[in-house]
């Protein structure tokens, strides 16, 4: 409906109010305002694909030392398996993904995603052979890299550079925040200027960039945080994967909390929040995800008990409601 009037508008001749007031998002569709990525990968795949989350077993620099050793105070990767995740080498976790994806989603498809820790983080060949040794599977149309930014060197871009030219390629980076003193307060040991300064190396190379951003740390205010999407503006991204913080049982934040408890984004907060947000973002950024709700065992605090589905269908009917739509309130 929304396509169709900016549509109908560029035909009229109204073209300025077209682009004005209406963004062309071409990944907004079934009740979404904001483009969605699994609309993106229909349309470049031509059926559902889906990401089948694996572990990979690099470690992290912010835990063996090289870094720090603590980790960053929220992290406990047991937190990001999904369900359908299994013990075992990349083929039985691949198998495991497909199974329950298929089922679960109707996905032909699939995108081996390398998410927990830091995967360019280790021997280049060990990259390189688990890289290849998935990519066998006549199901993996392609692959996501989870990293930080500080684990970018000429060596990795190359090596995932040749990667691209044969196969779909997402390379997610932690970011976490824009906000130095918040990166500090996380201990993520690396800083925004190690950001800024990979995303400039990454402008000469061929790859879709998504940055991982958490929203709602103590360390900022409402205002701070909103204003973080002045900054994802005009940074050379292409994908934001958005979520709020969260205390995860076994992290150190977890113990911060139980000292000392500080606030977190309650639903009703959350939702007021993202919603503008997303209106404040460029519309040629297409979100991963705009919000996560790790599993109830693992979570301390905020706990809206709400379901994935119930989520989205909140925020789409907020959207509506409020007539809100992505790059409508760029500031
Ligand atoms: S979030 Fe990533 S970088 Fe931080 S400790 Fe965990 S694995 Fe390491």
């Not at 470049?44 to 090289?66: A, W, Y």
């Not at 047991?78 to 080498?89: C, D, E, H, K, L």
């Not at 000469?204 to 991982?212: E, L, Q, V």
């Not at 934040?253 to 404040?280: G, M, P, R």
Request: with cysteine.
């Amino acid at each position: 409906m929304f396509q169709e009037l900016r549509y109908r508008l560029l035909a009229t001749g109204y073209r300025l109010l077209a682009t004005k007031m209406m963004p062309n998002l071409p990944f907004a569709r079934n009740g979404f305002r904001y483009n969605q990525y699994k609309y993106y990968l229909e349309d470049k795949f031509g059926v559902r694909v889906q990401r089948i989350s694996v572990e990979t077993g690099f470690t992290c620099p912010n835990r063996d030392g090289k870094k720090g050793t603590g980790g960053c105070i929220y992290c406990n990767n047991q937190s990001f398996m999904p369900p359908y995740a299994v013990s075992g080498t990349l083929q039985s976790q691949i198998e495991s993904g497909k199974i329950y994806l298929k089922e679960r989603f109707g996905a032909e498809k699939f995108i081996v995603y390398f998410q927990s820790y830091t995967n360019t983080y280790g021997r280049l060949s060990v990259l390189e052979k688990k890289i290849q040794s998935v990519l066998k599977d006549p199901d993996v149309v392609g692959i996501s890299v989870s990293t930080r930014p500080d684990c970018l060197d000429t060596d990795v871009l190359n090596l995932l550079w040749d990667v691209s030219n044969h196969t779909y390629l997402n390379l997610e980076i932690g970011v976490e925040s824009v906000y130095e003193k918040t990166l500090h307060w996380m201990n993520r040991c690396h800083t925004v200027k190690d950001t800024e300064k990979a995303l400039e190396t990454l402008a000469g190379y061929p790859f879709d960039i998504t940055a991982h951003i958490i929203l709602g740390s103590p360390t900022e205010t409402l205002k701070e945080t909103m204003g973080m999407s002045q900054v994802l503006n005009s940074w050379n991204i292409r994908f934001l994967k958005l979520h709020h913080l969260q205390v995860i049982r076994g992290s150190e934040l977890a113990k911060i909390f139980k000292e000392n408890s500080f606030h977190l984004f309650t639903y009703k907060e959350y939702l007021d929040f993202i919603t503008e947000f997303i209106t404040q973002i460029k519309p040629e950024i297409i979100f991963q995800r705009v919000f996560s709700e790790s599993p109830g065992s693992h979570l301390i605090a905020p706990v809206w008990g709400k379901r994935t589905t119930e989520i989205v269908m909140d925020i789409q009917k907020q959207m509506k409601l409020k007539n809100l739509w992505q790059g409508t309130q760029i500031q």
